[in-house]
């Protein structure tokens, strides 16, 4: 509508209009054409449209609307990287009715429709600055707002936190608009955009805590503020997931996981299938695994004078533990990186085996703790081992030998449990029992060929 193109293949079209009306009542009607009462409607036509034109130019020149109704976050922000700078951002709370949300559909919650209409202002606005992903922010808002409505366990809150996960690019991105006088209506504006801040969730909240619907979610002033406080956590923390309270409430756990779920979802990566991380994603991974190792180790259920179902293990003295492999992959997805976590499909960990183990074992054996073999046996396929502790089952176990001289602060806490008084079970099905007893035979074969095959004291003389 903007474009001086569109402007002026649209008079053409008007003057057309009115020329052919006059040259077809002259011709077909018996009176004529009334000449006078012709020009005094067309005076009539073109005075109200110049007038209304003029009145949306002044108004939208020299009327401040923001001074009217401030969202209360105009000053200096500090963001998370300590980068400090002013917000002047004025988001009028009355832009998404301008904007006309889809209120109508029914399907929609009242947030899901102001937050469409609001971005439905942004269709122009790029997602990325960089070129590498072509689309709008409100058509990858859209795209993540449809894959999220297609995972199972979500609901409105889960659907409005997907449309306004990236509202921080509004901010974060500045357009200069170059534009050309009315001589030269053929040429399109000039429209270029970048950077003038680092986008990141507490921006996103923001700007989410200024849409109207926002503050009327829940029944009563309990759930509102749990609604509320859980939307804003997901958001605020997407990209930052070690930095989520301790106290954070379970629902926004959950809608910071549907939000990298339906990311991974929209991408067409389903979460069964193989891949082939590369050499410096791998890298990173293991990284990442070094350093909360001993995190996650301490907060592991491996008391050895309670084992229970929901035991994640045991830790049998020495520096020797024994843990759920189930469990342990489970516990670092939490802490991974949403990077990590998306090269290695980690956003749902089923209790079966998970194509993930290979890396995570290989992660622990540059660690240096992961013991390859237990009482002289080998592990599984997937090289893990199926044991019972005092008749509690571990499907999938392995065992960690925990060295003083590399993990004194972990060994020293482990040493503290009560010793374990137990016994462990390895339980084998026919094909791997019948796979274990061949190669123990080899290797008596093997050593009684090189027994024999020495020579004796008699024959060497």
Known sequence: MYDPRFRFTLLIVLLAFVTITATLIYYFFYK???????????????GSAIGGFMFVLVCTKFITFNKNKKTGFEASYVDETGTGFNFPVSLSKFLPELVAPPISNKNLSHL?????????????????????????????????????????????????????????????YQEKRKKFPLSQFWKRDIVKFSRKSVEHGGLSATILSTIPAFK?????????????????TAIRYRDNPTSIP?????????????????????????????????????????????????GVLKELEINPANVTKDSDGVYLGN?????????????????LTPTSRGNFNLWDTPTDVHPSWPYFIQAFRDIGAYQETWDDIDPNKTGTFNLKANNIAFPHA??????????????????TYPQWQGHIEMQKNEETLLQEVQSKAKKVDQMIKTVYSRPTVGNSA
């Open 398 to 415: 392995v065992f960690f030998n925990i060295e003083r001289e590399k993990f004194p602060e972990l060994r020293q806490t482990l040493d």
């Open 112 to 172: 899901e429709a102001e937050l469409i209409g609001f971005l439905n202002g942004f269709r122009n606005w790029p997602y990325d600055i960089t070129g590498n992903n072509p689309k709008s922010l409100y058509d990858h808002a859209i795209e993540q707002w449809k894959a999220m409505r297609s995972l199972p366990n979500t609901g409105p809150l889960h659907y409005a936190a997907a449309l306004a996960q990236d509202l921080s690019l509004i901010y974060a």
């Open 319 to 335: 520096g020797m533990l024994m843990v759920s492999f189930t469990n342990i992959v489970k516990r670092y997805a939490k802490l």
């Open 216 to 232: 009327e979610l829940g029944d009563d002033l309990k759930t509102n503020q749990k609604y509320r406080r859980a939307i804003l």
């Open 246 to 294: 301790v106290n954070c409430d379970p629902l926004g756990k959950d809608i910071y996981e549907s939000l990298h779920k339906a990311y991974q979802k929209s991408l067409e990566r389903p979460e069964n299938k193989g891949f082939q991380p590369e050499e410096s994603q791998i890298k990173m991974f293991n990284h990442e695994i070094y350093s909360f190792y001993q």
């Open 32 to 46: 004529g054409l009334n000449w006078g009462q012709y020009f005094h409607g067309v005076v009539n036509i073109g």
